[in-house]
């Protein structure tokens, strides 16, 4: 047994030697290290002592059982100075060799010359998107108190007592768990514009806005109500939105891989093989688009009627996606 094992030692030896040499003789490189991966999906390089070397086809390669991350392998090839990638993750090299380094690859050239014969494994790359609709737990509202008067100083004093009167209210109406916070002030002087002539100040212009962030949104319409009671005239913007997202995402993403490994399954079977292993898995989750009620036509109408009418507010649903992008190895008897 002892002298088995050294002479498998020499003929590992031998076979790297002469794998070298032959490299040489043609005028390539032979280069030694271990396969890594690249960032885009399915991309492959080796990893040397000295510097990295990007595969530039890997692809020929890809169903061998031995060609994995983190192997060892041996190639010849050329070192391609012409070829830029988009990553120049390494050196760009055109394998004309690529094999298994050490015993493993003196057990895999003994298995080819005895014609053995090995699943083999092709990778394919799949994806999977998923919608989740989920009813919002919040909701914004952005109001304001704009007044006019000749000077600056009656502007802002007009402004200063309406905003109080609308805070109290909106603090009133939205509740003790409500945040009423002030988003934006301006204070502008209103010109009058003629043809060829300097423009004159015809008077001033305050704006007050408060934004009102509350989590029970049987509430939206009556702060709304109170607060063009309590003064404001413009409703800025009116906004839903999920806080506690982390379930639906969760399950947006569930879904969206489930449907990416259907497909691997499916590629599978019309090949007439199954699902080896899953070699990488990314995630891309889409935009959260927030439906928007637009209060600001109607606001207009309101402030004149405000107590006549109450604000209807009708709550749509918001739109989670995922998307996943799966790579696979489908096992086929050769």
Same mark, same amino acid.
């Given at each position: 047994?002892?002298?088995?094992?050294l002479?498998?030692?020499?003929?590992?030896a031998?076979?790297s030697?002469?794998?070298?040499?032959?490299a040489? $003789?043609?005028?390539?490189?032979? !280069?030694?290290?271990?396969i890594?991966?690249t960032?885009?999906?399915?991309?492959?390089?080796?990893? *040397?002592?000295?510097q990295?070397?990007?595969?530039?086809?890997a692809d020929?390669?890809?169903?061998? &059982?031995?060609?994995?991350?983190?192997?060892?392998? #041996?190639?010849?090839?050329?070192?391609r100075? =012409?070829?830029?990638?988009?990553?120049?993750e390494g &050196?760009?090299?055109?394998?004309?060799?690529?094999?298994?380094a050490? +015993?493993?690859?003196? %057990?895999?050239?003994?298995?080819?010359?005895?014609?053995?014969?090995?699943?083999? +494994?092709?990778?394919?790359?799949? *994806?999977?998107?998923?919608?989740? %609709? +989920?009813?919002?737990?919040?909701?914004?509202i952005s109001?304001?108190?704009v007044t006019?008067?000749?000077?600056?100083l009656?502007? %802002?004093?007009e402004? $200063?007592?309406?905003s #109080?009167a609308?805070?109290?209210?909106?603090?009133?109406?939205?509740?003790?768990?409500?945040?009423?916070?002030? *988003?934006?002030?301006?204070?502008?002087?209103q010109?009058?514009?003629?043809?060829?002539?300097?423009?004159?100040i015809r008077?001033?212009?305050?704006?007050?806005?408060?934004t009102?962030t509350?989590?029970?949104l049987?509430?939206?319409?009556?702060?709304?109500d +109170?607060?063009?009671?309590?003064?404001?005239?413009?409703i800025?913007?009116? *906004?839903f939105?999920?806080?506690?997202?982390?379930?639906?995402? =969760?399950q947006?993403?569930a879904?969206a891989t489930r449907?990416?490994?259907?497909?691997?399954?499916v590629? $599978?079977v019309?090949?007439?093989?199954?699902v080896?292993?899953? !070699?990488e898995?990314?995630?891309?989750?889409?935009?959260r688009?927030i439906?928007?009620?637009d209060?600001?036509?109607?606001?207009?109408g309101?402030?004149? %009627?405000?107590?006549e009418?109450?604000?209807?507010? #009708?709550?749509g649903?918001?739109?989670?996606?995922a998307?996943?992008?799966?790579?696979?190895?489908?096992?086929?008897?050769r």
């Open positions: 047994m002892r002298r088995s094992g002479m498998s030692a020499a003929s590992v031998v076979l030697l002469l794998f070298v040499a032959q040489a $003789a043609q005028g390539e490189i032979a !280069v030694r290290g271990r890594g991966r960032v885009e999906a399915g991309g492959r390089l080796i990893d *040397s002592p000295k990295k070397y990007l595969l530039l086809n020929r390669w890809q169903g061998e &059982t031995w060609f994995g991350a983190g192997a060892e392998v #041996e190639a010849t090839g050329e070192v100075r =012409d070829v830029v990638t988009t990553q120049m &050196t760009p090299f055109q394998a004309r060799t690529l094999r298994a050490g +015993a493993a690859g003196a %057990q895999g050239t003994t298995a080819a010359a005895a014609g053995a014969s090995l699943p083999a +494994a092709t990778r394919v790359v799949v *994806s999977g998107d998923s919608l989740v %609709q +989920a009813r919002p737990d919040t909701a914004m109001v304001a108190v006019q008067a000749q000077t600056a009656a502007a %802002q004093q402004n $200063a007592r309406r #109080e609308m805070v109290r209210a909106l603090k009133s109406a939205a509740g003790a768990g409500a945040e009423v916070e002030t *988003s934006g002030y301006s204070l502008q002087p010109y009058n514009y003629r043809e060829n002539q300097t423009p004159i008077g001033y212009e305050a704006r007050n806005t408060v009102v509350l989590g029970d049987s509430k939206v319409g009556p702060v709304i +109170a607060a063009t009671a309590a003064g404001a005239n413009n800025d913007n009116l *906004s939105t999920l806080r506690r997202d982390e379930p639906a995402r =969760d947006a993403l879904a449907e990416a490994l259907r497909k691997a399954q590629m $599978a019309a090949l007439g093989g199954r080896g292993r899953i !070699v898995v990314q995630e891309s989750s889409g935009g688009p439906p928007i009620y209060a600001r036509a109607q606001a207009r309101m402030v004149a %009627q405000a107590m009418a109450k604000t209807p507010v #009708e709550i649903t918001l739109d989670i996606r998307q996943v992008q799966l790579v696979a190895e489908i096992i086929t008897e």
